[in-house]
């Protein structure tokens, strides 16, 4: 028997999607693959993520990985995960569940350190944690106290980019905040160890400069079932599933400390109320254990989860005293209006809600809706999500973030609007995310229009990134592409000056080109691939040749502002081509210039008329071939320059 074997047989069990199940274990695999073997003799380390999507499924993954380590003779497992404490005992009891045949070592265990040793050195052990200072630092303890370093550790750490990152970073005067350095000094303690990240918001983590302990030196992708509901189903073109109310409305939910909030609820959260008791009622009355959940989350303010509560009760009450159930057609007039604008909403994308009689429908809300739950789940409070009853309400903030999985979540209200997002929080937000695809006719997100343009783009950003990884598996480049105001991930976890951008409608070239005796080559290279293009004048060439064009050049690096870097400007313009299906660019040529002088990376050597030469459309490079020179300068040489189309986009990457 192996750890795997019982791993994929549960998950068999679980998923019953063959298919699937397999795809998890080659994903396992290929991690495998790149870590550290543990029985390699001497020393070793490295650290690599798992990169999956919001609610895909990715303990499935972290788990075959951690069974694959046991099998393959890693001695130490580690699990880091969250500090809330009912996400940390679902994390543990899925590790419970899933290593029959490896002792489980949780946090409350660490209290007896005599016992805590001895079971680490008797065998394969699994140890999970909180990402808590005092729980590392006495997991440390212990280690340092048994004398361990030579047992081989396989440390996953879940959500890896919260918590674990150093959010004293930006000072840029080597201290650390307390966890990561507690992570750190983890890693440090085992002679031989794999430090495996794994989140579905990896930008904070790429954003590390190169060669930095916490950017990942090798990324798996994670790829989610065939039932799952994610960014492309309602952010994508032609998604049916968002619902746009006015930002106004958020002001009403969220009134701040006002003493006497107006308990009047805005039409918006009656049309989402009202479409999740239609959806819900129909999965009712055809399953009779489907129970359904409804997510308001407009703030991260416990009073106006408070305010929020009660208007969700109103709506409870009114609602019930408004349907008259054995003769739904002489129910309340307005809310009959109401719910009928909801059913057609519905049938607009779900078959079975079109072939079900309206009142029908009523009747069955009249009946079950005094059994509605309200629950308020934020920061204050232990009380979890399951849905228990017909129709669960829930309100709340940052709780209702990583890791909280809602089962039947149909509707979701959304409002939280930071004046400057970044895409990384906002995305753990997406609790609508999940394996719904059987409901998905059923499926509606409510948000503000400025919120809806921010899913939009950091959809675009995840789809960008992905693709980035798949075509490019080295650790070499890893941009991020943002727009719409968007930030990556929270500055304080970035080192100053660590980043470049390249931003839509500017220029960019190397500040000099080398024009020694090692160019001969390349120019003669890029002379060739230009030949039929007259000077002065540009042609429409695929984004792949004008990628290689731009590799052929040879900046000296002696000069370098550090904006310009090569592999950046050609895999940011793949990016972009890919993200506005884009297939080729414009290629400006020009030959024996007389440039000489070194320039600003941001300026260029172009004068406004070539600039506008060209089309503004698609990505553009104005190449020029320099005369040749005297001195180390003494042969022409090809000076690229780089213009990105207008808008309000732009790639980030660590420099």
């Not at 019953?16 to 001497?42: C, M």
């Not at 609508?432 to 919120?451: A, H, W």
């Not at 210039?593 to 941001?602: G, I, K, M, Y």
Request: glycine letters at 8%; one cysteine or more.
């Amino acid at each position: 028997m192996t750890h795997r074997d019982e791993v994929l047989a549960l998950l068999q069990k679980q998923i019953g999607n063959a298919g699937e199940v397999a795809d998890i274990s080659n994903t396992a695999d290929a991690v495998a693959s790149k870590w550290v073997h543990p029985l390699s003799g001497g020393k070793g380390e490295t650290n690599g993520l798992i990169y999956g999507l919001v609610q895909s499924g990715k303990t499935g993954v972290l788990t075959v990985t951690g069974a694959i380590g046991a099998d393959e003779g890693y001695r130490t497992l580690i699990i880091l995960t969250s500090d809330i404490e009912p996400l940390y005992e679902q994390t543990l009891g899925r590790i419970h569940e899933a290593f029959p045949g490896i002792d489980i070592i949780g946090k409350k265990e660490f209290r007896d350190g005599e016992a805590f040793l001895r079971r680490i050195k008797i065998g394969t052990c699994a140890i999970v944690t909180s990402k808590n200072a005092h729980m590392l630092s006495a997991l440390i303890q212990y280690l340092k106290k048994g004398n361990v370093r030579g047992l081989s550790c396989l440390i996953i750490d879940d959500e890896a980019d919260q918590a674990s990152l150093n959010t004293k970073e930006k000072r840029a005067d080597g201290t650390r905040s307390t966890i990561n350095e507690k992570i750190g000094e983890l890693r440090s303690f085992f002679e031989k160890n794999t430090y495996l990240q794994v989140t579905a918001t990896p930008q904070a983590l790429f954003l590390q400069t190169p060669g930095h302990e916490f950017r990942p030196k090798f990324t798996v992708l994670s790829h989610p079932g065939t039932d799952y509901v994610g960014g492309e189903d309602f952010f994508g073109d032609g998604s049916r599933l968002v619902r746009e109310f006015d930002l106004n409305d958020i002001a009403i939910l969220a009134p701040g400390p006002q003493p006497s909030p107006s308990r009047d609820i805005p039409v918006s959260l009656l049309k989402a109320l009202d479409i999740f008791m239609v959806g819900a009622t129909f999965k009712r009355r055809e399953e009779a254990d489907q129970n359904c959940a409804f997510l308001c989350h407009v703030s991260m303010r416990t009073d106006d989860h408070r305010h929020v509560e009660d208007l969700l009760r109103k709506y409870k009450a009114d609602l019930a005293a408004g349907i008259v159930q054995k003769n739904p057609e002489q129910s309340n007039p307005a809310i009959l209006k109401r719910l009928k604008a909801a059913y057609e909403d519905l049938a607009g994308t779900h078959e079975g809600i079109r072939n079900s009689r309206f009142y029908d429908l009523i009747g069955a809300i009249g009946f079950y809706s005094p059994g509605i739950t309200v629950k308020l789940v934020n920061g204050e409070t232990d009380e979890d999500v399951a849905v228990r009853s017909p129709y669960n309400l829930f309100v709340g903030g940052n709780k209702l973030g990583r890791g909280v999985t809602i089962k039947n979540l149909l509707v979701s209200y959304y409002g939280r609007h930071p004046k400057k997002p970044q895409a990384d929080t906002v995305l753990q937000h997406a609790r609508m995310y999940g394996y719904r695809r059987r409901d998905i006719g059923l499926l509606r997100l409510f948000l503000p229009r400025e919120l809806h343009v921010v899913f939009k783009a950091i959809n675009k950003m995840e789809l960008a990134l992905r693709d980035l990884i798949a075509r490019s598996p080295a650790e070499k480049f890893r941009g991020i592409y943002v727009e719409g105001g968007l930030s990556p991930t929270r500055k304080n976890v970035l080192a100053p000056g660590s980043l470049g951008v390249y931003s839509g409608g500017s220029n960019y070239n190397p500040a000099q080109i080398l024009r020694d005796d090692n160019v001969k080559a390349s120019t003669d290279k890029i002379d060739k691939k230009l030949d039929r293009i007259a000077d002065k004048s540009y042609a429409e060439l695929p984004i792949e040749e004008i990628q290689a064009l731009i590799r052929l050049t040879m900046p000296d690096e002696k000069e370098s502002e550090h904006i310009w870097n090569t592999m950046a400007v050609a895999e940011s313009i793949a990016q972009f081509a890919k993200l506005h299906g884009q297939v080729t660019g414009y290629v400006w040529v020009d030959r024996d210039r007389d440039l000489e002088a070194t320039r600003r990376e941001n300026a260029g050597w172009l004068s406004g008329g070539e600039v506008k030469s060209v089309p503004n459309d698609k990505i553009a490079l104005y190449i020029a071939r320099t005369k040749a020179g005297r001195g180390h300068r003494r042969n022409a040489a090809w000076w690229p320059q780089i213009r990105f189309p207008d808008g309000p986009y732009a790639f980030a990457f660590a420099i």
